[in-house]
């Protein structure tokens, strides 16, 4: 009876208002990479939305936001000493991962949800560095997980991945922010931002928005050439080197 | 002074690569070589890719043997028809160069083989060159011996095809000479050096060019290879950094003039064994880089670029 009541009760109080949309806004769409580039930062503006699109809180849910670089395939190689000498010996290829990866979070994410949910969604550097290797959704085992983590490792160093568990900042209660560190060794192209609102280990909303890293004028205009009349750019390379080295004669002659 | 490379699309510190580059062309003027096989490890260290390393390091040696080549042709001491039958193989050699070069770049291995070629060259011609200038300081002041074998004919000399060159004062079979010049363009590709180091002994030692004209015909056939060697990167790889390759030909062209002066003052046997442990010391820091247990084992390199 106690528990019919309860039942009752349940359907007929008024349904909380739910966040169930993300609005999301970049600080530039467009980071421009010009010959005295150092670096730079793209910060990402959120706020929780319902149907309605009433401004809702983000205080009970947890947040995170996932930039992702150029997909490439990357290989990772294992040295390993053979006659004495220290060679690659051995390998593994990890298909599509981010050469840029950026996942930041209201939360550790593994107090957010669990292994199998982030190894599903992509959530987190040891997620898409496995994911990369095998679409299988358990642990690696072995030597994978070993190569894995190593792609991991070596990334984190170059600063091209980067997980930050307190990296998304929420602003009174229903505003977040997070900031997107671009390292000066950025890789160029479409970077595509996916953030995620979640509860109790479930994605509730996604949002998702887009930026690019383009080269400035010149930088572009030199790359573009090499890439596309390379037999042009060959010959200037050429002509340039006699250039100089003619030039240095007629300088610096002493005969 | 950081600047943003388009190809290697890593920013680099401005004086330093000049600084270095201005270092390299002292010791490569000093000594007469093009100093590919220290510039190019440089740039390596400083996190230029290899493949755009090798490639913009070759416009900056064909730069610097011009201005060589151009002095030594002012003096009459090139010998053309001996550098283009040198060339005839060089041009083949780079192109099978670079083709290894891609090859053993795809394998994982390119690394290892640059290293391993730069021991066994560099400890080879460094150890040939500190014996025999060692050699030369003891006997200094005895009159050297006539150095010519009388009728020595080894089986170079009983090879067909003998063409004569009149500048070199030789008269040797052209299949020798060919295979010398692929051999020096084929590790050039690879290294991306000149490879005057290789060149030059072998002229002297083994085909008894004289010293006038040797320097000047090896500087013709780099100039030549690596403008080659230019263009097959370029083609092949697109990974020739225009903006990288200007940093290192204004350093080089300048420090070099330095060198020349600092080097004419200095004897030759002198000077050969400042070389002979420049190259062995660069040899044993790539047998280090070998041998020694690296401080990280695992290594990321991109596949396929989707550009």
Known sequence: MRAALLLIGLVLAPAPARADGLLLTLSTPKVVIASNFQGGEVTLFGAAVDASGAVQSVEDYDLVVTTRGPAETLTVREKSRSHGLWLNRSGREFREVPYFLNVLSSRPLDEITDFQRRREGGLGLDAVAAGGLSNALTPLKGDDAKFSAALRRLQERRLLWREDASGVEVIGSSLFKGAITLPPNVPFGDFSIEARLMRAGVTVATGATTFRVAKDGFEARVAGLAETNRAAYGAATVALALLFGWLASVMFRRD | ?307
């Open chain 2, 1 to 307: 002074m950081q600047i943003y490379l388009p190809i290697a699309e890593i920013p680099v510190d401005v004086l330093f690569v000049l600084g270095a580059s201005l270092a390299v062309g002292f010791i490569s003027g000093m000594f007469g070589i093009g100093g590919g096989f220290l510039m190019t490890p440089i740039l390596i260290f400083i996190g230029v890719p290899t493949a755009v390393a090798v490639a913009s390091e070759a416009p900056q040696i064909a730069a610097s043997a011009f201005t060589g080549a151009l002095a030594y042709w002012r003096r009459r001491a090139i010998d053309l028809k001996l550098g283009l039958v040198l060339l005839a193989g060089g041009v083949a050699g780079s192109g099978l160069g670079v083709w290894f070069f891609n090859a053993m770049r795809n394998a994982g291995q390119l690394d290892a083989v640059i290293a391993v070629a730069y021991v066994v060259l560099l400890g080879a011609i460094g150890g040939l060159m500190l014996v025999e200038s060692i050699r030369s300081i003891l006997r200094r002041g005895e009159p050297p011996k006539p150095k010519r074998p009388a009728g020595g004919r080894g089986l170079a000399d009983r090879l067909p095809l003998k063409l004569r060159f009149r500048r070199s004062m030789i008269y040797v079979s052209a299949i020798p000479l060919v295979g010398l010049g692929a051999f020096v363009g084929f590790v050039g590709a690879v290294l991306g050096i000149g490879g005057g180091f290789l060149l030059v002994p072998a002229l002297v030692y083994v085909f008894r060019v004289p010293t006038a004209v040797v320097v000047g015909t090896s500087l013709f056939q780099i100039l030549v290879t690596m403008l080659a060697s230019t263009m097959m990167h370029a083609v092949t790889n697109g990974s020739v950094d225009i903006l990288l390759a200007t940093l290192l030909m204004i350093g080089g062209a300048v420090g070099s003039q330095f060198g020349v002066r600092v080097g004419q003052k200095l004897p030759g046997e002198q000077l050969r064994l400042l070389l002979a442990l420049l190259l062995l010391a660069v040899g044993a820091r790539f047998l280090h880089q070998l041998a020694a247990a690296p401080d990280e084992r695992f290594s990321v390199s991109i596949t396929e670029r989707g550009r």
